[in-house]
């Protein structure tokens, strides 16, 4: 069936990077993604000055978004080209820095200080880095990892939450015999065995 052929995939890093090398990223979106909207409440609920979470981001513009109304927003990129884009694209300044903790890694923040993006994999994070979060905005993280890496990554999604935080996940529900992804199928039933 199309979900055991998807299990099988395996997207590298390298992909993903020569995917923005290439600009063919049509998983970015220009406009703030209207479920992000239609559901702000839900992720805020109510409180003010949160720490956002943006898994694999890119270079969303609902970072920029949420930091203007006063969140602490972090997020986690492989492709350096990628994050210095979302700064450029803003017209925002920052500082770059490697992370100790992590080989390789660099951390680019904007100057305000409320927009931090680390450059790496997210499976080198860990809350003893990034601390933990209220609020996490899952807009095709969990559909472009690896199949065989999405326990790995909900659990480590687990771990860097609040006990009361709000976490808004965006799936895509399709025929997956006619589609090899990513973004892959993560269908209902997998996502609560999942998450729990």
Known sequence: SGIESQKERVVTEEEWLQKWEMGNIGFHKEQKHPLLQK???VLLNGRSGLRIFFP???KAVEMKWLADMGHSVVGVEVSEQAVKEFFSDHNLPYCEEPVPEISGAKIFQSTSG?????CCSIYDLSS????KFDGVWDRGALVAVNPRDRQRYVTLMINLVEKNSSYLLVTVSYDPN?????PFYVPESEIKSLFG
């Open 128 to 131: 003893s880095i990034v601390g």
């Open 56 to 58: 694999l981001c890119g």
């Open 114 to 118: 409320n927009i931090s993006l680390y």
């Open 178 to 182: 006619k589609h090899r992804g990513p």
């Open 39 to 41: 559901y702000l409440d």
